[in-house]
């Protein structure tokens, strides 16, 4: 007979899962294991506390990203990326970008997390940031220290996944909007000078007013291996209005002449920080292409 239930972490070939209010310790079957925090899955009791996963549900939306190498999962069935961005690091927009990317290719609607709003540096970059809420990215500020209140009405009833680069405070907004998660964050000099990030794995937590947050670990490369020229283009939505209007029918937008693309980020238009970002995953996307000719 086969339970059902939610995993809620993941550890390489281990993922707990939570089933009948309990946590299960499974292993998935056979050599490789496909499983990400937020799958539905069927396993088979093996033990008291431990099975095996027999089948993932059929997902919707995987929240992903590849280099030619492999393939790393942040989670399933997401209802919204939140992106969480913070004055101290300090924005990485190419990094910001690529998560926005991410989300978008995978159909997931995604916002941006400004967080450390006590720190005086970060009035500077909610202005920037600014630029995003017009393409369509809600950005919120909020103090993971002070004031978390901002997000409730958007975490409500919502699986959501906090993704960005290490010290940005993800496990800190966790741990405010979770009370019993208690989850480990460092002081950001210990941590990147160290060299490692504080979070390893992926969790999932129910939310007291109902839904779930899952943490990841901090990433500072974030590959789009599995995209394509197409989808990159279509992954920036405030391309669309200029597209067609290029001088050659198949512009790349790199640096073809009477690119309207480059015109429009050059009257500020476009945010050029979207625009580079856009030609970084281009370029990626030529160079693995032509290894493989
Ligand atoms: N001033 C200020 N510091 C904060 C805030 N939120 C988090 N921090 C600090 O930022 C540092 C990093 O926080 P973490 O929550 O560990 O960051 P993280 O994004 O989970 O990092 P990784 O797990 O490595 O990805 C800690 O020293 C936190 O106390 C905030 O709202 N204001
Ligand atoms: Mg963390
Ligand atoms: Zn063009």
């Not at 490789?32 to 996963?53: H, L």
């Not at 369509?136 to 500020?141: A, D, E, L």
């Not at 960005?164 to 460092?186: F, H, I, M, Q, Y």
């Not at 009477?258 to 030529?286: F, K, M, N, P, W």
């Amino acid at each position: 007979m086969l339970n059902s239930g939610r995993v809620v972490a993941t550890f390489g070939k281990h993922c707990l899962v939570e089933a009948d209010g309990g946590i299960v310790d499974c292993v998935g079957r056979g050599r490789k294991t496909d499983i990400a925090c937020g799958d539905g899955v069927e396993f088979k009791p093996i033990g008291p506390g431990q099975g095996v996963i027999e089948r993932v549900a059929p997902r919707r939306n995987l929240l992903y990203r590849s280099d030619p190498f492999k393939t790393k999962y942040f989670a399933a069935n997401l209802d919204q990326v939140l992106v969480v961005s913070a004055a101290e690091p300090g924005l990485n927009e190419n990094l910001l970008n690529r998560c926005l990317v991410a989300a978008q290719a995978a159909g997931i609607p995604a916002a941006i997390v400004l967080n450390k709003a006590d720190l005086a540096q970060t009035a500077a970059l909610h202005d920037h940031l600014k630029g995003y809420q017009a393409i369509g990215y809600p950005v919120i500020p909020v103090s993971a220290r002070h004031d978390v209140s901002p997000l409730l009405p958007l975490l409500a009833g919502k699986t959501s996944v906090l993704i960005g680069p290490s010290g940005v405070g993800k496990s800190t907004l966790v741990n405010a909007l979770v009370p019993e998660a208690d989850v480990r964050t460092a002081e950001i000099s210990r941590a990147l000078n160290a060299g490692r990030h504080t979070t390893t794995h992926t969790r999932l937590y129910a939310l007291p007013g109902g839904g779930a947050l899952i943490d990841s670990p901090g990433m500072q490369e974030f590959g789009l291996h599995h995209l394509s020229l197409d989808q990159l283009q279509a992954a920036f939505p405030e391309f669309r209005p200029y597209l067609g209007h290029c001088r050659f029918y198949n512009c790349r937008h790199l640096k073809e002449p009477d690119c309207a693309i480059t015109a429009a980020a050059a009257s500020g238009a476009i945010l050029a920080g979207r625009l580079r970002a856009y030609q970084a995953l281009v370029e990626e996307r030529l160079a693995a292409d032509q290894l493989h000719k």
